[in-house]
């Protein structure tokens, strides 16, 4: 039975249309970290990013996280100001967080592989965004409220948090 989930999700990279995928990032504190996200989207086949929260950011120290791989993925980042406005283009979005309990938003909060499966039939037609919070404390529920799905990457009790970019 694992197999065959593992055998779906890569069936589903098949025709999951990866240009309607956004990550978003709401106020993250380190410009590197932003060039690190730049690059693992990259990697990963996502190339939009849309920064929430000022553009007052060192360019130098995202483009050197990024590297020259990434460049255009830098250079085509959207920033905004608001929340709401950054988030409107979007028919469905992903809520990041590093909770497993409850989040008082009547919703559960799913691991990403049930989540790429909810999302692909979605993102055949869809604009989605990725949405993370800052490093330091993550998504607010008020938040998370925009979100259609909630995810969150396991890791272990003694480390709960992931690096911004790893996620």
Known sequence: MQ??????????????R?????????????????????????????EKIVVVGGSEYDREE????STHLAADVVENIEYHEDLREALAPF????GTTARRGN???????TDPREMAQAIAPIV???EVGLLFGPEDRGLTNSELKYCDILVSIPTS???RSINLSHS
């Not at 065959?4 to 999951?16: C, L, T």
């Not at 995202?62 to 996280?65: A, D, F, G, P, Y």
């Not at 028919?91 to 992903?94: A, K, L, P, S």
């Open 3 to 16: 197999q065959q989930k593992e055998v779906d999700i890569y069936q589903m990279q098949a025709w999951a």
């Open 18 to 46: 990866l240009e309607n995928v956004t990550i978003v990032l709401k106020g993250p504190k380190y410009p590197g970290n932003i060039g690190s996200v730049a690059r693992c989207a990259k990697n990963m086949g996502i």
């Open 62 to 65: 995202i483009n050197r996280m």
């Open 91 to 94: 028919r469905y979005i992903v």
């Open 103 to 109: 989040t008082n938003l009547k919703r559960s909060i």
């Open 124 to 126: 055949k037609k869809n």
């Open 157 to 159: 009790e003694r480390m």
